[in-house]
């Protein structure tokens, strides 16, 4: 089943519970009474008990984080991040805007791990960064002819009812 999206799990109460729950039956308390006083089902209390009687109250103890480990290092993610706040053109890119594309391969270089560009995103909003995309208009772009097209030229040559 596991836990509704966006619900973590808080592994510490986790491992209280199993620890209440190794000290009642240490007591001799029936599992289905354990069971009963720390909320969970039967088939835990025995999975539990199992366990404590194969490694002790040590099995009982959290495992440590869920899930894979991160593919990067501490080190490595402040590296990264150094080297996008020096900018593109410090990379050899012509322009000073950071795309997926470029960063994913900053992070290929500095690292020697290929990310797909989903995690690359999710890396750069860690960071604190968002998507920014700078207006497409041409350097060369004149404003005051452009004012002047649009307030003359363009009513001209709009059609009349």
């Known amino acids: 089943m596991g ?15 199993r620890l209440k729950a190794f000290k009642l039956l240490s007591a001799g308390v029936p599992q289905a009474e354990v069971a009963r006083r720390v909320g969970v089902h039967r088939q835990s209390v025995s999975r539990w008990a199992k366990e404590a009687k194969a490694k002790g109250r040590a099995g009982l103890l959290k495992a440590g984080r869920a899930g894979r480990m991160p ?6 993610v402040e590296e990264i991040k150094a ?13 000073a805007l950071w795309t997926i594309p470029r ?3 900053l992070i290929g270089q500095l690292t ?6 989903g995690h690359v995103w999710r890396l750069l909003r860690r960071f604190g960064w968002s998507s920014q995309r700078p207006p497409g208009r041409a350097m060369e772009r004149n404003e005051p002819a452009i004012a002047q097209w649009k307030r003359t030229d363009c009513p001209r040559l709009k059609k009349k009812p």
Do not use: C, I, M
């Not at 836990?3 to 519970?17: C, H, M, W």
């Not at 080297?83 to 322009?95: F, K, R, S, V």
């Open 71 to 76: 593919r990067l290092s501490p080190a490595q």
């Open 3 to 17: 836990n509704p999206a966006g619900v973590k799990r808080d592994f510490v109460a986790l491992e209280k519970r």
């Open 112 to 117: 020697g791990w290929e990310f797909h560009v």
């Open 83 to 95: 080297a996008l706040l020096q900018g593109p053109e410090a990379h050899d890119y012509a322009t």
């Open 103 to 105: 960063v994913r391969a």
